[in-house]
């Protein structure tokens, strides 16, 4: 069910209650009068209905918002939320607002409805299913990041380029290295919309002609290029091989 403001305005946001920098939000106007063509889906300029602000500085919006269906009356627009507002970062507590120019309200009057959402930054998590993975066992390795989350309609990607591997000797590459024999081309997200990226790898046995060794410690690093501070973070898990 869409929730609602009045009868008119409902914000809906994406996977969780709060507005993420770097992410979007989608939300609702329900309004009948919006509705012009019951046999179709209609298509509205919000030229002159909408307004979005955060943190008081007016951003884009949609240049249309659409009928979520035949006859419905409700209509669906999705907000791209910046990471910088006036020359810094977007942060905590931010506040965005939108604001609905009803033409004619049931009265026959004009009116205005405003809907606030608050920003919140959001760490990315990263690990494996194990701490102790032997060589040549299958692992996962997981992220979590609703910065990579591009398109909530369909599940995304995130490079195996951006993981590195690291152990003894000087071992030191990409998973996307051939020796760790990916599942996927990719950490795919789990579902449309989940912000969770899996891959299915396996420990080597060796890896550009260097042998893993039982018992060492190995380190995975990852390259947040879309973490919701605005600059780009490494977030490191470590393993021991050969051992359960």
Do not use: W
């Amino acid at each position: 069910m869409i929730p609602t403001l009045g009868i008119f305005l409902a914000v809906t946001l994406q996977a969780s209650t709060f507005l993420v920098p770097g992410g979007t939000i989608t939300f609702y106007i329900n309004d009948d009068d919006l509705n012009t063509s019951p046999r179709g889906i209609d298509e509205i300029s919000t030229a002159g209905l909408l307004d979005f602000k955060l943190a008081g500085t007016t951003i884009p919006g949609p240049s249309t918002i659409t009928e979520t269906g035949l006859d419905t009356g409700i209509f669906t627009g999705t907000v791209s939320i910046p990471v910088t507002i006036n020359g810094r970062a977007v942060t905590q507590d931010d506040v965005l607002t939108i604001t609905y120019h009803d033409q004619s309200d049931p009265s026959g009057n004009p009116k205005t409805f405003t809907k606030s959402v608050t920003a919140k930054k959001v760490s990315a998590s990263f690990g494996t299913t194990s701490k102790n993975i032997r060589i040549g066992q299958d692992f996962q390795l997981r992220i979590y990041e609703p910065g990579f989350n591009l398109d909530s309609k369909y599940a995304d990607n995130i490079p195996l380029s951006l993981v590195e591997f690291k152990g003894t000797d000087g071992i030191r590459t990409t998973i996307d290295n051939s020796a760790f024999e990916a599942n996927t081309k990719s950490l795919r997200e789990t579902g449309p919309n989940t912000n969770h990226f899996v891959v299915t790898l396996k420990m080597p046995k060796e890896i550009d002609g260097k042998r893993t060794k039982i018992g060492s410690i190995v380190q995975f690093t990852f390259t947040d290029t879309a973490s919701s501070t605005g600059t780009t973070q490494k977030i490191k898990s470590y393993v021991r091989l050969g051992l359960r």
